[in-house]
């Protein structure tokens, strides 16, 4: 029994073994640096490419010609294009996080300053680098590609809305970009169904003309068929009388007849 037990606790421990792989692998990945901001983006590209059709978005898109900047991501609307950047300072993050499990409150204050310092200037650059007037709208999208960070961001004052009145970029987290994105669907479903409308009013605009010009057709017809059926009838007349004429002429010849004889 004891060796069944042991060989019991061996495969647990291998089990673990197998977990700990992937575990490790995405701590790297949120631990900061361009690892991180490489699931930022991963995230975003399958939000975008699950919610919006491929001809509505282009990815790696240098908005400002010639400037050598390129946002990860734009959303083609009929007024200009929208940015859409992936931004995710998890080192400061995990920062936070242990000070906060440490009861630290000097560090966590701090890692909140730094966390703010960093989305402000996160915001700026997004807004110099990925828009201009005639090409973008009038505003940018900052992707936070997590809920639990987009909740310490809202706690931190105004921030968020600062944000927005002085750059004009939108913070959004997962869920609030995908409501934000479907709503943008939803418009592009209403502009489609609003062209497919005017095409069917031209069309049966088209439609009114041509039954006009068959109605009046059908009444240049009408009035042809009634004066041929009136010439008619005077033919008919015509030939009536003329008839008479050639019987009474035939009558007048017979009885000169007579009288000679």
């Known amino acids: 029994k ?25 701590n790297r990945y949120l631990s900061g640096g361009p690892l991180a901001g490489t ?17 509505k978005y282009e990815e790696n898109k240098e908005v400002i010609p010639g400037s050598g900047h390129r946002v990860e991501f734009v959303v083609r609307l009929p007024e200009g294009l929208l940015p859409i950047d992936a931004k995710f300072p998890s080192g400061l993050y995990d920062t936070y996080i242990q000070a906060a499990d440490e009861g630290d409150k000097d560090r966590v204050d701090g890692a ?21 007037t005639g090409i973008t709208i ?41 409501a934000y994105l479907i709503s943008i ?18 069309a049966l605009g088209d439609l009114k003309s041509e039954f006009e010009n068959f109605t009046g057709s059908t009444d240049n017809l009408v009035r042809k068929a009634d004066a041929m059926v009136t010439a008619v009838d005077q033919h008919e007349t015509r030939e009536r009388a003329m008839t008479r004429a050639f019987r009474n002429m035939d009558n007048l010849l017979g009885e000169d007849e007579e009288t000679q004889e």
């Open 2 to 26: 004891l060796s069944v037990q042991a060989d019991n606790i061996n495969q647990i421990n291998e089990d673990i073994g197998g977990f700990r792989e992937p575990l490790t692998k995405l």
């Open 39 to 55: 699931f930022g983006e991963w995230s975003l590209q399958a939000i975008i490419s699950d919610i919006l059709p491929a001809d």
């Open 112 to 132: 909140e300053v730094a966390i703010k310092r960093h989305v402000i200037q996160d915001s700026n650059n997004i807004k110099n680098r990925y828009t201009q």
């Open 138 to 178: 009038d505003l940018a999208v900052m992707f936070i590609p997590s809920e639990s960070l987009m909740q310490l961001i809202d706690s931190i004052g105004n921030l968020r809305q600062e944000v927005f009145r002085d750059n004009r970029v939108l913070i959004l987290g997962p869920n609030s970009l995908a």
């Open 185 to 202: 669907n939803m418009g592009f479903k209403t502009l489609a169904l609003n062209q497919r409308a005017e095409e069917v009013i031209v």
